[in-house]
């Protein structure tokens, strides 16, 4: 652990490359004293230009950008490749819908379902091979993890730690002495570190997920430059996005929390440096599951992620519509704030882990957070636990499929597509996961087979199977495909959903929330209601002059603007003032 405090240094001109490069090279100053950086800074650079060299040009980012999370082997058929499987799905359902995939981490693993890296530059033969992952992004823009905090402890690295061999004995934290550990935060229960039996003796490691899960030590530069190398290797192996895996664990500091530190921020912004001084046509995403103001800390100054995981929005949505109660949902949309130039959210409402419970910290009472976890406790989910700042548990997040947490409404469909659409219109690019989209239950045959919580929402689909199920018009499988994918290929043709168009709350209560989207030619007033029932509300004064008549885009409906907005139960509207009708 380092005790020493860099400051951050904000950068001069954040969008000059210049400046770009001459702030990586202080962060590399701060982290690692001046030769050090310098020939780091140097190395860094003509590997990020010699990588650039080798790729496209960045594509414009605009409202079809809207992204798949899966895994690798979440489509599968007989004995076929799962990555060209679901390469075949993909052009045949997805075409048009989605503009990206996020396939989970594809590497070979030894654990947490790929999150525990064996080998970075290596395929899971039963997954596939390089070729498919190249093919795939000929169609699709990829979302690749990079899971910078920690590693296998069958990764040769780990194997060179145990031996003290170089390159890897000295990539890996040790706990030293009697280091203050009282303020940790942790997102697990199990153990912070583990006893390794070395050449050198018995160690303790620091183990932030798991025993099977070593954390890697940033402070060493070589592992910043091996990590670095790994991002310009995913880059031309046809990534397009690099999600920073559990990014806010990085650095470790006696007597802190570990979490979100200057260090930590420092490596991001060196990394989105290189990516702008070398041009490279990456998108770098931090995932950060803590509470909103220290996630959204990984904007910075609009000098490091492109895009942060917007892990508030999940749990709010879930509670608005479990319990027809969006006050806490509308009160964190008033306060939502822009992101930088250049800069956007990455909105979801389910994933391959479970839904966050941290990010509702300062968002709404305890009271409220439990009578969420009893609700999913009722549809057959659970609530996985982590050690809290004094040592106690408390719940860290929920694992049930999404679609199972809706069953305990009147109409679970509309509801689950209603919830789907107003993630959509927020402002960022949305994420949908593959088991949401299609409508998948609980698992709990899988959770049984593997003893894991998050794996109730991981199951995998026969592909000849899930084509059936998506034919027949009445499965719920059917109907929220297609509502989704609707939904999808419409909000792509809309400026005002372009990420970067702007966002300004208008109104909301209990049972309602609207709000405007705006680019330069296009308003649309969002609309959604909570309530069980059909209902009515007046147009907001907020919005000013509108059109005499307004267009739901995802019925064909028409609104009057002398008369109130009607919505059926549970149901989103995208009204379309149309250009020239307003003042």
């Known amino acids: 652990m380092s005790g020493h405090v860099p400051r951050v240094v904000e950068p001069i001109e954040p969008f000059d490359k210049g400046s770009i490069d001459y702030d990586v090279l202080a962060y590399l100053i701060q982290l690692y004293g001046s030769a050090q950086g310098q020939r780091l800074h140097q190395d860094l650079r003509q590997k990020a230009l010699d990588t650039a060299s080798t790729l496209k040009p960045a594509q414009i980012r605009d409202a079809s ?67 498919d992952i190249k093919d795939l992004s000929q169609h699709f823009d990829l979302m690749v993890d990079l899971v910078i905090n920690h590693c296998s402890r069958e990764n040769l690295w780990f194997t060179d730690y145990v031996t003290n061999q170089a390159p890897g ?101 060196i990394l989105r440096g290189l990516i702008e001084v070398a041009e490279l046509p990456l998108v770098l995403i931090t995932e950060t599951n803590v509470p909103h103001e220290e996630n959204v800390s990984y904007f910075g100054a609009g000098n490091e992620a492109h895009l942060v995981y917007q892990f508030s929005l999940a749990p ?42 941290r990010p509702l910290e300062g968002l709404m009472p305890e009271s409220d957070i439990q009578r969420l976890v009893d609700a999913v406790h009722l549809q057959g989910g659970l609530a996985s636990m982590r050690s809290a700042e004094h040592g106690e548990e408390r719940a860290y997040e929920l694992n049930i499929a999404l679609f199972s947490a809706f069953q305990g409404l009147a109409d679970s469909v509309a509801a689950f597509i209603g919830a ?65 994918a609707d939904s999808l290929a419409l909000r792509s043709a809309q400026g005002a959903f372009s990420p970067d168009a702007s966002q300004m709350f208008l109104g909301g ?67 379309d003032l149309a250009e020239g009708n307003y003042a």
């Open 65 to 131: 950008e809207a992204v798949l999370i899966c895994y690798g082997d979440s489509l599968q058929r007989g004995g076929d490749r799962p990555l060209q499987v679901l390469g075949e799905f993909a052009q045949e359902y997805l075409d048009g819908v989605i503009s990206g995939i996020h396939i989970l981490p594809f590497f070979p693993s030894s654990s947490d379902d790929g999150f525990a890296v064996v080998d970075y530059r290596q395929v899971r033969s039963d997954l596939g091979d390089w070729t």
């Open 169 to 269: 004995k000295d990539y890996f934290h040790e706990l030293a002495g009697v280091p203050d550990l009282t303020q940790v935060l942790r997102p697990r229960n199990s153990p912070l570190h583990t006893e390794i039996h070395t050449r050198r003796g018995v160690k303790k490691v620091w183990t932030t997920f798991s025993d099977d899960q070593v954390d890697l030590n940033f402070a060493n530069p070589q592992v910043l430059l091996e990590f670095a190398d790994i991002l310009f290797f995913y880059a031309r192996m046809g990534a397009r996005y690099i999600r920073l895996d559990a990014i806010a664990y990085l650095w470790k500091r006696s007597g802190t929390t570990c979490m979100s530190l200057p260090e930590t921020h420092m490596v991001v912004r």
């Open 316 to 357: 709010l949505l879930l509670f608005s519509y479990l319990f027809s109660d969006a006050r806490a949902l509308v009160d964190w949309s008033r306060q939502l704030q822009a992101p930088p130039p250049g800069c956007s959210y990455f909105n979801f409402i389910s994933s391959h882990d479970g839904i966050g419970l």
């Open 420 to 484: 789907h659409q107003l993630m959509l219109a927020y402002q960022g690019v949305p994420g949908i996961y593959l088991n949401a989209m299609v409508g998948t239950l609980n698992d709990h045959r899988e959770m049984e087979s593997t003893g894991r919580t998050r794996s109730i929402n991981r199951g995998h689909w026969n592909i000849d199977e899930l084509a059936e199920a998506l034919g027949h018009t009445q499965t719920h499988h059917s109907q929220v495909y297609r509502a989704l």
């Open 509 to 575: 209560g209990s049972d309602h929330l609207m709000f405007l989207r705006e680019s330069t030619h296009q308003r649309i007033l969002v609309v959604a209601s909570f309530a069980e029932h059909s209902r009515s509300l007046p147009w907001p004064s907020e919005l000013g002059p509108v059109p005499s008549m307004a267009i739901d885009l995802l019925t064909g409906r028409q609104s009057q603007s002398d008369q109130p907005i009607l919505l059926d139960a549970f149901q989103v509207l995208w009204l």
